[in-house]
């Protein structure tokens, strides 16, 4: 009996490989205006300890997406079912790259950790050096005062 042909399928073409489908549009929240660059540092104080909430937030959710992901890849059913000439052949080329998906979510929630405590600090850094800049700034003379 012949195969029927495959129907089309629907949406644009091109994109990733198995989704033909184009890279979905940013829709994170909006970036800020950066003001005229001209050797200025700007640091928004609040932009940063958000950053850093949101990081470890993300870790939160990656650590229960590491759970769930490593326990339908250990508990799951043997892929293509119990056929042992196709689901066997597809099982050693899926293995690795399966295995290598499971290291890089189980790394990921760390590393979203450290990020978040890097832009803690960051922010830290950043809010003492202003403390400090605007306490050396209090010991200038005014102007026009004739202090030294």
Known sequence: MPTPPLPDVPGPTGGYRNAPTGVPPYSGPALPTLPALDGTLVVDFALVGKAGADAGRAADGMAAAWTALGSAAL??????????????????????????????????????????????????????????????????????????
Not at 96 to 122: E, F, I, N, Y
Not at 126 to 146: H, R, Y
């Open 75 to 148: 508990f799951g059913a043997a892929p293509w079912g119990d056929d042992p000439a196709l689901g066997q052949g597809f099982d050693q080329v899926f293995a690795q790259p399966r295995d290598d998906l499971l290291k890089a979510v189980q790394a990921l929630p760390d590393t979203l950790r450290k990020l978040a405590d890097a832009l803690g600090a960051t922010r830290s850094t950043f809010e003492k050096a202003d403390e400090l800049a605007t306490e050396l700034a209090w010991t200038f003379p005014v102007p026009g005062s004739g202090g030294a």
